[in-house]
């Protein structure tokens, strides 16, 4: 049986800002350089409005 419990220890942010280059490897980025272990990440960009989203959720146990 899996445990479909998420960590406590975690942190989740939410982005949507005007798509660019670069802003998943930025984001991923920080995350690795800080020790952050990425535990769910999911984007998107709205090609109408020209905007891209994103939430990342990942471990903080050791996060710097």
């Known amino acids: 049986m ?5 960590p406590e220890n975690t ?3 939410l982005i949507h800002c005007p798509d660019q280059k ?3 490897a930025a984001v991923t980025d920080f995350i ?5 272990n990425i535990l769910y990440l999911d984007q998107h960009v ?3 409005a020209n905007v891209f989203f ?3 959720e990942w471990s903080l146990d050791q996060f710097t």
């Open 2 to 6: 899996t445990n479909l419990r998420r």
């Open 11 to 13: 942190a989740i942010i």
């Open 22 to 24: 670069g802003i998943l």
């Open 32 to 36: 690795n350089i800080n020790k952050g």
């Open 46 to 48: 709205d090609r109408k």
């Open 54 to 56: 994103m939430r990342v």
